[in-house]
């Protein structure tokens, strides 16, 4: 069978890379590139040792990755993906509409990172809804949490990217922000939600904290001071959570979060008992209100919430860690806006 245009472009773009590197730094330094070969994992065990892939790999490519095998789907922003399978992952962008400055060395540095932590014998992927639940609503099937581990014992924190409760925006504001907080050894879970209802979202980020909890030990987390980070629709469930509880959403009775991370959402709603709150925007938001998020803030300080406000001039909705903006480096701020609520 002849293979289609799309992958015959996909498979000449590998060969020129392929000479390209030959070039530079012998066969040596060419990876994998979704082969794999028998090594022995971290505990010892024999496992089919899953290569990285590369920018030029195609969004099929993640799916099928040998490493992702069971929720390769999941890591990918749409319930339905299939459109999108031969394309590259130099425009992994298209995928994401409502997101700016998706850099594809970024997401495919967070999907490495994962795989070299299957490799290493470590689950990255769990289920928080039992089969019964499942079996009740089929819906939550796709909903689970990535987990970048940390030290042993630190702190946790989930995060909730966005995409409009019409798709969940991991590659770009999940894992890496997730990599980012497990390099600075903090434990870190990015959720995929269900897409299409921003009160069932709510209600997975609920469950997942009572998983969580619940699981604390097998995790190696501490359930002290955990933080909950959302960007624009995660930032609301997050604001939901934070503002009434996980017990509102069906979730165990646990307590608030040590800090919240809001990152350009309108979401307007507070409390005197709202957590220590880090709140970020860019001027030039074509999606969100910045003045609703302006008077969100006041409303906050005026009840008596510790609010640090970091506000960008253009770097648009959806920025992720801001890479190649002026919102750069806005994640180490919140970072260490989260250690300074910290108990001591």
């Known amino acids: 069978m002849n293979p289609e245009p799309g992958e015959r472009a996909i498979s000449v773009r590998k060969v020129l890379l392929f000479l390209l590197i030959l070039t530079m730094g012998g066969a040596d330094s060419v990876m ?34 040998p490493a992702f095998k069971g929720f390769g789907e999941y890591l990918l922003p749409w319930d339905d993906n299939t459109n999108y399978y031969n394309t590259l992952l130099t425009d992994v962008g298209s995928l994401l509409p409502y997101h700016s400055h998706v850099n594809p060395g970024t997401v495919v540095g967070a999907l490495n990172h994962m795989i070299d932590e299957v490799n290493d014998g470590r689950t990255i992927f769990f289920n928080f ?4 639940q499942k079996q009740q609503d089929p819906g939550k099937a796709s ?21 409009g409760f019409a798709y969940v925006g991991s590659l770009h504001e999940g894992f890496p922000h997730a990599l980012e907080l497990s390099n600075k050894g903090y434990n870190a879970f990015v959720l995929k939600y269900r897409a299409g209802s921003g009160t069932k979202a709510s209600e997975d980020l609920a469950a997942a904290l009572s998983y969580i909890f619940q699981n604390a030990a097998m995790f190696e987390v501490g359930t002290k001071d955990y933080s909950l980070w959302g960007s624009s629709a995660g930032a609301r469930m997050v604001g939901d959570v934070a503002l009434h509880g996980s017990a509102r959403w069906g979730g165990r009775d646990i307590p608030k979060p040590g800090a919240v991370i809001i990152a350009y959402t309108g979401h307007s709603s507070f409390s005197g008992t709202y957590p220590p709150t880090f709140i970020t925007v860019s ?16 409303n906050l ?8 406000y970091r506000k ?10 801001g890479v190649g903006t002026d919102a750069s480096g806005w994640l180490e701020h919140a970072l260490l806006f989260w250690e300074k609520h910290m108990s001591k």
Do not use: M, W
């Open 32 to 65: 994998s590139e979704g082969k794999a070969d028998e090594s022995l994992n971290a505990k010892g065990y024999a496992t089919e040792a899953a290569g990285h892939i590369s920018i030029y790999d195609s969004v099929k490519d993640i799916v099928k990755h």
């Open 129 to 132: 809804y039992s089969a019964q």
């Open 143 to 163: 909903a689970g949490l990535f987990f970048f581990k940390g030290d042993p014992g630190a702190p946790f924190a989930v995060v909730c990217p966005g995409g």
């Open 283 to 298: 001027e030039d938001d074509r999606i969100v209100s910045v003045p609703i998020v302006d008077k969100r803030v006041e």
């Open 301 to 308: 300080r005026n009840a008596g919430i510790e609010v640090e």
């Open 312 to 321: 960008y001039k253009s770097s648009g909705h959806g920025f992720g860690l």
